[in-house]
């Protein structure tokens, strides 16, 4: 798995595989989801929800906030030569079709380490002792 390979998630490596693709298949299927159906706002939601599971999950196996989006950037670097080549392999999908695909990709990972990075300092925040509650 990348995130055992990089180095600078040094917290990766006390994880079993099992919790390193925890929410894995879920978000791929979330981002399949957006590439088939764009526009969806019940997608999007969909997608924050286990952005912000995750972020709360890494918060909780100890990572720091520099692994957790490191984490979504090796994500990245794994998903966006599966899309070049695809692209490569249909010649169909080519112009308008190819920028909105790129688009999509990049903007739901771009959100999805938004919302996972808020949930992460959220959660560290509740864990502080002098926490106190908003209203």
Not at 6 to 33: A, C, F, G, M, W
Not at 99 to 104: G, P
Not at 108 to 124: C, H, K, M
Request: hydrophobic fraction near 35%.
């Amino acid at each position: 798995m990348t995130v055992h390979r990089d180095k600078k998630i040094e917290t990766s490596e006390d994880l079993t595989y099992v919790q390193l693709k925890d929410h894995l298949p879920r978000l791929l299927d979330n981002l399949s989801d957006r590439l088939c159906n764009a526009s969806s706002n019940e997608l999007k939601q969909e997608a924050a929800y286990t952005a912000a599971t995750h972020g709360d999950i890494r918060w909780k196996e100890g990572y720091d906030v520099s692994e957790l989006i490191r984490e979504f950037a090796d994500l990245r670097s794994t998903i966006i030569p599966h899309l070049i080549q695809f692209q490569e392999h249909h010649s169909e999908f080519g112009g308008a079709s190819r920028l909105f695909a790129q688009n999509i990709v990049h903007r739901f990972l771009d959100n999805a380490i938004r919302v996972s990075v808020e949930q992460f300092i959220v959660t560290q925040e509740r864990a502080q002792p002098n926490h106190k509650p908003s209203r």
